[in-house]
């Protein structure tokens, strides 16, 4: 049975996110000079993250996807294939003056406008605060914290968090933006994430 987009990226991106998280694990050990003990507890919370986040990032990209399409039409002209008729090409076809048949068709061609509309409002702005405040909130939740504490960890953490996050995602996210089917986009930035998200089992561990 096929499971639908949704379904399967949260999947994958839970899938490599938990490696991630194991990774996280074993380099704390090592640079606290400690035997590796395996953090069930840390571990489930971040499953739990992934687990809430990865939809609302799916469903986040598709509605950039829509407000921001990366492709839009354009028409261009070419001499026409006088061995096909006009319902073949599905084009319209005039004199150009000079016996020559010239094709007007609509291709399909990248909307850079849009695309660097979708980056910076990804990565640079709302992305970028959305994630970072659902990963503080929904972490201080599982560690049992207070309003209280849970706002003075997004105060303390999530700026910091943003501005580290920008050495690794403008770069990710204009690729994923720009060569990735949007239905594939989550898995995609797991992927590149897996680094990131190393980065966040630690900032976690110390919440």
Sequence with gaps: MKLPPVAS?????????????????????WRDGAPFVFDRVLFLQMAILVTISAPINFYWQNWLERAFPGWKMEKKKRTADTSLDAEEKQVFLKDDGEDKK????????????NIFRKWFTDCITMGALLN??????????????????????????ELKIIWDSYKVWPIANFFSTTYCP??????????????????????????
């Design 182 to 207: 949007v239905e594939r986009r989550i898995v995609f930035l797991s992927g590149c994430g897996l680094v990131w998200n190393i980065y966040l089992t630690l900032v976690a561990a110390r919440l």
């Design 132 to 157: 970072t405040t659902m990963f503080l909130v929904v972490m201080g939740i599982l560690k049992g914290k207070s309003g209280g504490m849970i706002w003075t960890d997004v105060r303390n953490e």
């Design 102 to 113: 010239v094709v007007d068709e609509e291709v399909r061609v990248r909307n850079w406008w």
């Design 9 to 29: 990226s949260c999947l994958l991106a839970l899938g490599i996110d938990c490696i991630s998280n194991v990774i996280a694990q074993r380099m704390k050990a």
